[in-house]
């Protein structure tokens, strides 16, 4: 497969995955933004949702103030941002198009009909009546697009491609909202940190995942288990990383034997770790790492199989 027909797969594939993470991470913090709480404490929880996306200091020179209805505008709607959803749907779209003889019908018109549809969804005052009724559109064009996609594509280089992406992302945003919410969590013992550990497990569908798993009270220590080591927990980040190296295993070709061993080490690493070890070691330090290491090896693959990454 040529190399920029694969990078469009694969960054089809990340920006339809970030935009439906981006919505989940929104959606959690309009809920709990509805807790009692200070103004000070209501503005570092939309400044730690900018954190997550490392986005801080561009809303600071276009917005300033943190509060509900402009990190909203900035993550949903603000062309300027590359992370909002509407420029990572564009992008979705702008890359499925320069492919469209890879995918099949479904796959396009889904994905096209994603882009079109957008406006009408997000009328003048949307976000401020009933943002959840958007961010919940935005998940299920997504969940339809990935169904679409295992439903009618063939199991070829194209849908390797697009599920190394898919993964990579997940991985990347699951490990960045779990560092941001751990490390700005409250008093463990409190009943407001009880619905504020519910509400991260709802931002990635774990809720009932965990009640099922644990069958008990909800703890830190817990949570951060299940997203990072559980292996069928479908966001967590050793099921991503799985996927990632079945897939890279899947395309691999004469020069990406770096690639893959970095992949396979950063598996290994989840698999075969504690808890209780991360822990000890540091959470943060632990997903800093992790972060650092996916980031690298994005860069790898885009050397060894897409349009390499500038810088």
């Given at each position: 497969?040529?190399?920029?027909?694969?990078?469009?797969?694969?960054?089809?594939?990340?920006?339809?995955?970030?935009?439906?993470?981006?919505?989940?991470?929104?959606?959690?913090?309009?809920?709990?933004?509805?807790?009692?709480?200070?103004?000070?404490?209501?503005?570092?929880?939309w400044r730690?949702?900018?954190?997550?996306?490392?986005l801080e200091?561009?809303?600071?020179?276009?917005?300033?103030?943190?509060?509900?209805?402009?990190?909203?505008?900035?993550?949903?709607?603000?062309?300027?941002?590359?992370?909002?959803?509407?420029?990572?749907?564009?992008?979705?779209?702008?890359?499925?198009?320069?492919?469209?003889?890879?995918?099949?019908?479904?796959?396009?018109?889904?994905?096209?009909?994603?882009?079109?549809?957008?406006?009408?969804?997000?009328?003048?005052?949307?976000?401020?009546?009933?943002?959840?009724?958007?961010?919940?559109?935005?998940?299920?064009?997504?969940?339809?697009?990935?169904?679409?996609?295992?439903?009618?594509?063939?199991?070829?280089?194209?849908?390797?491609?697009?599920?190394?992406?898919?993964?990579?992302?997940?991985?990347?945003?699951?490990?960045?909202?779990?560092?941001?919410?751990?490390?700005?969590?409250?008093?463990?013992?409190?009943?407001?940190?009880?619905?504020?550990?519910?509400?991260?497990?709802?931002?990635?569908?774990?809720?009932?995942?965990?009640?099922?798993?644990?069958r008990d009270?909800?703890?830190?220590?817990?949570?951060?288990?299940?997203?990072?080591?559980?292996?069928?927990?479908?966001?967590?980040?050793?099921?991503?990383?799985?996927?990632?190296?079945?897939?890279?295993?899947?395309?691999?070709?004469?020069?990406?034997?770096?690639?893959?061993?970095?992949?396979?080490?950063?598996?290994?690493?989840?698999?075969?770790?504690?808890?209780?070890?991360?822990?000890?070691?540091?959470?943060?330090?632990?997903?800093?790492?992790?972060?650092?290491?996916?980031?690298?090896?994005?860069?790898?693959?885009?050397?060894?199989?897409?349009?390499?990454?500038?810088?």
């Amino acid at each position: 497969m040529l190399s920029r027909t694969a990078d469009h797969l694969y960054w089809m594939a990340r920006y339809t995955e970030r935009a439906e993470n981006t919505a989940r991470m929104l959606d959690v913090a309009v809920q709990t933004s509805m807790l009692p709480q200070s103004l000070e404490d209501s503005e570092g929880a939309w400044r730690a949702m900018l954190g997550i996306s490392e986005l801080e200091e561009q809303f600071a020179r276009r917005k300033g103030r943190c509060n509900q209805v402009d990190v909203l505008d900035f993550m949903v709607r603000d062309p300027s941002n590359p992370s909002s959803i509407a420029a990572c749907l564009k992008g979705a779209r702008d890359n499925a198009r320069a492919v469209r003889g890879k995918l099949t019908t479904e796959v396009w018109e889904t994905t096209n009909a994603t882009w079109l549809s957008m406006p009408a969804q997000l009328t003048a005052d949307s976000l401020e009546n009933d943002p959840s009724a958007f961010f919940e559109w935005v998940k299920y064009r997504s969940h339809l697009s990935r169904g679409v996609t295992l439903g009618t594509m063939l199991k070829d280089e194209a849908m390797y491609f697009i599920r190394l992406g898919t993964f990579l992302e997940r991985a990347d945003n699951t490990a960045r909202i779990l560092d941001v919410k751990y490390h700005g969590a409250a008093d463990a013992s409190s009943q407001r940190d009880f619905y504020y550990w519910a509400a991260l497990l709802r931002s990635v569908s774990g809720f009932e995942i965990y009640r099922k798993v644990y069958r008990d009270v909800i703890t830190r220590e817990r949570v951060a288990e299940l997203l990072m080591l559980h292996p069928d927990m479908p966001r967590s980040l050793l099921f991503s990383m799985e996927q990632v190296l079945d897939n890279l295993c899947a395309v691999r070709n004469d020069v990406s034997a770096d690639t893959e061993r970095l992949a396979g080490k950063l598996h290994a690493e989840l698999k075969f770790t504690r808890i209780d070890d991360i822990l000890h070691a540091g959470l943060h330090d632990s997903l800093t790492t992790f972060l650092e290491n996916i980031d690298a090896l994005g860069r790898l693959i885009s050397r060894d199989f897409l349009v390499p990454l500038a810088g």
